[in-house]
């Protein structure tokens, strides 16, 4: 069991007997994210490394023995993830204040992306607190194809996304990814390392209609093997967009 267990009825109803939750928010009224922490130096790094590595901190994170059943941190991520939308906050560091966040209760993949243990949004911590959240974006990079053999988190070419809103996504790409890969039987780990790449639109709208036809994701995951992330609508996308899809 892992602290994603309880996402497993929203994402993947026809793999568990638990019922989804009834309500997106949670039942105490406070609202978690996990918080992605984007290194962002002058000479930055490209936005697929960006991406890539946020979408191996946030699972690493869930998977970490930490957030383990007696783990210190279990507690804080499987409330979040069983609260309903797995909310997640992007901001941008870079020197003094990228040193200060390894401070914070965290995962740090490739000196790229910090995600921080889930916890309230109103109740983070000065070294948090004090970046910026808004106007995180990266040029386009030419990545060429994924690596053979490992998963793709594919970002949809309708939907233009700054790289900070693209962070999250595909933070709840691979998470998805890892919780049906585990009630499958599969290992989760696998998905921590996923590539990420822009889908053609070809690809994309032979997926989309799978989804539109079977909503619970079913269809799409059994032909096709891939599982969506639909935007709750907060920022940048209008609700329901199905942001990128993780293919195993």
Same mark, same amino acid.
């Given at each position: &069991?892992?602290? /994603?267990?309880? /996402?497993?009825?929203?994402?993947?109803?026809? %793999?568990?007997?638990?019922?989804?939750?009834?309500?997106? @928010?949670?039942?105490?009224?406070?609202?978690?994210? &996990?918080?992605?922490?984007?290194?962002?130096?002058? @000479?930055?790094?490209?936005?697929?490394?960006?991406?890539?590595?946020?979408?191996?901190?946030?699972?690493?994170?869930?998977?970490?023995?930490?957030?383990?059943?007696?783990? @210190?941190?279990?507690?804080?991520?499987?409330?979040?993830?069983?609260?309903?939308?797995?909310?997640?906050?992007?901001?941008?560091?870079?020197?003094?204040?990228?040193?200060?966040?390894?401070?914070?209760?965290?995962?740090?993949?490739? !000196?790229?992306?910090?995600?921080?243990?889930?916890?309230?949004?109103?109740?983070?911590?000065?070294?948090?607190?004090?970046?910026?959240?808004?106007?995180?974006?990266?040029?386009?990079? #030419?990545?060429?194809?994924?690596?053979?053999?490992?998963?793709?988190?594919?970002?949809?070419? #309708?939907?233009?996304?700054?790289?900070?809103?693209?962070?999250?996504?595909?933070?709840?790409?691979? &998470?998805? %990814?890892?919780?049906?890969?585990?009630?499958?039987?599969?290992?989760?780990?696998?998905? %921590?390392?996923?590539?990420?790449?822009?889908?053609?639109?070809?690809?994309?709208?032979?997926?989309?209609?799978?989804?539109?036809?079977?909503?619970?994701?079913?269809?799409?995951? !059994?032909?096709?093997?891939?599982?969506?992330?639909?935007?709750?609508?907060?920022? @940048?996308?209008?609700?329901?967009?199905?942001?990128?899809?993780?293919?195993?």
């Amino acid at each position: &069991m892992t602290a /994603l267990a309880p /996402l497993a009825a929203r994402v993947c109803p026809w %793999l568990v007997d638990a019922a989804a939750p009834d309500r997106d @928010e949670p039942e105490d009224g406070v609202v978690r994210a &996990m918080t992605l922490i984007l290194r962002l130096e002058r @000479e930055g790094p490209t936005r697929t490394a960006v991406l890539e590595a946020a979408a191996s901190a946030a699972l690493a994170l869930c998977l970490d023995e930490r957030a383990a059943p007696e783990g @210190e941190w279990f507690d804080a991520v499987a409330t979040w993830a069983g609260a309903g939308r797995i909310r997640k906050l992007s901001r941008r560091a870079r020197t003094a204040h990228w040193r200060a966040v390894q401070e914070v209760p965290g995962v740090t993949v490739g !000196e790229l992306v910090r995600a921080l243990v889930p916890g309230p949004v109103d109740d983070v911590p000065h070294e948090v607190r004090r970046l910026q959240i808004g106007g995180t974006d990266l040029p386009a990079d #030419e990545p060429g194809p994924p690596a053979a053999g490992r998963p793709v988190i594919w970002l949809s070419p #309708e939907v233009e996304q700054t790289v900070g809103k693209a962070a999250a996504q595909v933070g709840h790409a691979s &998470m998805i %990814l890892a919780t049906v890969l585990a009630a499958s039987g599969d290992d989760p780990a696998v998905a %921590l390392e996923a590539s990420v790449r822009p889908a053609s639109r070809e690809d994309w709208a032979r997926w989309t209609a799978v989804l539109d036809a079977d909503p619970t994701g079913q269809a799409a995951w !059994e032909g096709d093997g891939v599982v969506p992330v639909r935007d709750a609508g907060f920022t @940048e996308v209008a609700p329901g967009t199905v942001t990128c899809v993780a293919a195993r």
